[in-house]
């Protein structure tokens, strides 16, 4: 019991990181970025190949790669089609997530890549008769304190400040002299770094990478932001916390029938959309005006 | 400009019926695929199969063309498609050996391939009409996300449930196309049409309606009740192309009709052009074309001395490198939306 609720909370603190980075780049710019799945799996990638040179450098180069590759998507791709509505970007984005894995196919190939990242993650801690996985523990630590960080940094900097004033009216905050590159920017960065916290705690999970790594996670924290409310960042973080918490609840309670918790929930994301298209916690710029 | 992709270069002048622009793509098509097709038995199989995917761009042409709502579910009725052709058309013998989970009455039935693929084309229509009545009240972003929801369900539904379909393994033994001129004939059927279904009333009415939803109103068109009748038509030539697919391959499965699917011909029509028949024909041979003249340097080519061989996934590469290309520098596609005509037959 203890555990099916740890696992529902680590689940859920998993999601919210994911749906919080694509919540981030959303809130500025309206894209729904597909291609946030290839940076969580870059960063896995990169964990994987680099954990000889030991975790603390492993995990930096990670973190770094990650934000590299955030941003040169932003400077390739997405700085080009500023003016383009949010369904062209959309599909820019599933094309630069295609991409992106094939690329991963093309270098590392298109089998598996195990290796172990801190095994101590899968062990149990006993309470008397109760077991409960370290990995857990670790993830809800971890999302914690990187939703906590990410709180602070938005609601008490300058640049969070920004950020925010660009989520709810992009050009308002530019007319105020916001400079919208930079926010951009610092949104695709920091989006980076949550993709590579959500790799840590996948690929420990997993011990093995492929091209098509962070698909899965991608689809659910995507559809986490947007029944969250698309334009709000806690409406993201808590959407993502949402879908996660209701995937581990359903493959607890539903049994032999677990293999059709995904029916479920996406029926459930149909029914949140059609009775608040906006999202649960809903934003004006978001709303079509007719 | 922040609306290229969706919206029509076209003049309202041009959506009046032109022999050109209707004939232009079908002889294209016609030619290209009869040329193809006497290459060589593994090219005229390409063909068969690149001429299910025409259809199932013209599915998304004529949604995504005609009304500007993305989806991303349509490749979820071309999976109904292919199962209920599979279900209708597999011998019982093969059903009953191989299918032993799936629901008496459906063991039973039998049925050659035309009727089936009747049958396919209604059930897929349906249950878009179904869908669409409650999906078509979203747009932009809502709708992208809701449609993708819609692919989800059915992807794990049909992958699981063994009542109705193979589940997570092959159905296998479907019969197979006799000749490439069925499929011919099937795609040239489809164009003529989607391009009627364009040039109709509703059509323009609805492309009014991308244009200027406001305006559309004022003249009396329901958005609504439009969109639910073009995502209808949509998902019943989806559910052919999944047919036509499962008759092509002689077999069929859930995964052959999941993301990978939904970009491709998203890719074709994108890159081709989504505002015409033309742009959709366009697109589904050039990216078939390039496809494949890197599946040969992946094999590997020897020029002279030096051989070349390009490493797997270098062909989904390509692919979406030209999707993202196109989209920032051609957003209307290579077409640049319009249809097809003859520069010294037209008057504009």
């Keep these: ?10 689940y859920g603190g998993l999601y919210g990181l994911a749906a919080l980075g694509i919540g981030l780049v959303f809130g500025v710019m309206r894209l729904v970025n597909f291609a946030h799945g290839e940076l969580i799996a870059i960063g896995a990638y990169l964990l994987i190949v680099t954990i000889d040179l030991g975790l603390p450098i492993s995990i930096s180069i990670a973190v770094t790669g990650t934000a590299i590759l955030a941003l040169l998507m932003e400077f390739s791709v997405f700085k080009r089609l500023r003016l383009a509505e949010p369904s062209v970007l959309l599909i820019a984005s599933f094309g ?5 894995q094939r690329l991963y196919e093309v270098i590392f190939g298109a089998l598996p890549l195990s290796g172990q990242i801190a095994p101590w993650m899968t062990g149990v801690i006993e309470f008397g008769d109760t077991t409960i996985t370290r990995g857990s523990l670790v993830t809800i630590g971890l999302a914690l304190v990187l939703l906590g960080g990410m709180w602070f940094f938005i609601e008490k900097t300058t640049l969070g400040l920004q950020i925010r004033a660009a989520s709810s009216d992009f050009q308002t905050a530019r007319l105020l002299g916001v400079r919208s590159n930079r926010v951009i920017g610092a949104a695709f960065v920091f989006s980076g770094v949550l993709a590579a916290a959500v790799a840590f705690v996948l690929v420990t999970q997993r011990g093995s990478v492929d091209p098509l790594f962070g698909v899965n996670i991608t689809i659910l924290a995507l559809v986490g932001t947007v029944i969250g409310g698309l334009g709000s960042l806690q409406g993201a973080a808590l959407g993502g916390f949402a879908v996660g918490t209701t995937i581990s609840l359903l493959n607890s309670f539903l049994g032999n029938y677990r293999i059709y918790t995904y029916t479920w929930l996406f029926i459930l994301v149909i029914i949140v959309l059609l009775v608040r298209p906006g999202g649960l916690i809903s934003n004006k710029a978001v709303k079509e005006r007719v | 400009m922040s609306n290229d992709l969706l919206q029509s270069s076209q003049l309202p002048g041009v959506t009046r019926f032109q022999w050109q622009q209707l004939l232009g793509p079908i002889v294209v098509v016609v030619i ?17 199969g690149t001429l299910a995917l025409l259809v199932m761009v013209l599915a998304l042409q004529v949604l995504i063309g005609n009304s500007g709502v993305l989806s991303f579910g349509q490749a979820a009725f071309a999976m109904v498609g292919g199962f209920a052709t599979g279900l209708l058309t597999v011998p019982v013998r093969i059903k009953e050996n191989v299918l032993d989970e799936l629901w008496e009455p459906l063991k039973m039935i039998n049925m050659g391939i035309y009727p089936s693929l009747v049958i396919a084309v209604a059930i897929g229509a349906f249950l878009a009409f179904i869908t669409g009545l409650f999906l078509m009240r979203l747009s932009g972003l809502a709708a992208g996300i809701a449609t993708f929801a819609v692919l989800m369900v059915a992807d794990n539904v049909l992958f699981n449930w063994k009542l109705i379909g193979p589940g997570p393994q092959v159905m296998p033994q479907v019969p197979k196309f006799g000749f490439i001129d069925e499929s011919i004939a099937i795609a040239v059927l489809v164009m003529i049409v989607v391009y009627l279904i364009g040039i109709s009333r509703r059509g323009r009415l609805l492309r009014a309606t991308r244009e200027d939803a406001l305006a559309a109103r004022a003249l009396g068109a329901s958005i609504w009740r439009l969109r639910v009748l073009f995502f209808t038509a949509s998902g019943g030539i989806a559910a052919l192309s999944g047919a036509m697919y499962a008759h092509h391959a002689g077999a ?9 699917f939904t970009f491709t011909t998203l890719a074709m029509l994108v890159i081709g052009g989504a505002s015409s028949v033309w742009g ?8 078939t074309a390039i496809g494949q003249l890197l599946l040969v340097f992946e094999g590997g080519v020897t020029l002279g001395s030096i051989e070349f061989t390009l490493p797997n996934g270098v062909r989904g590469l390509v692919i979406a490198a030209a999707l993202v290309v196109i989209l920032i520098w051609r957003p209307r596609g290579v077409t640049g939306g319009k249809e097809f005509r003859l520069p010294f037959l037209s008057r504009t």
């Design chain 2, 32 to 48: 290209v695929a009869y040329a193809a097709s006497s290459v060589s038995a593994s090219f005229a199989f390409l063909t068969e």
């Design chain 2, 280 to 287: 959709a024909v366009v697109g589904t041979i050039l990216v």
């Design chain 2, 252 to 260: 069929v499965s859930a995964r052959d009709f999941y993301l990978g």
């Design chain 1, 96 to 100: 630069v997530s295609v991409f992106l």
């Design chain 1, 1 to 10: 019991m203890i555990q099916t609720i740890l696992d529902a909370l680590s």
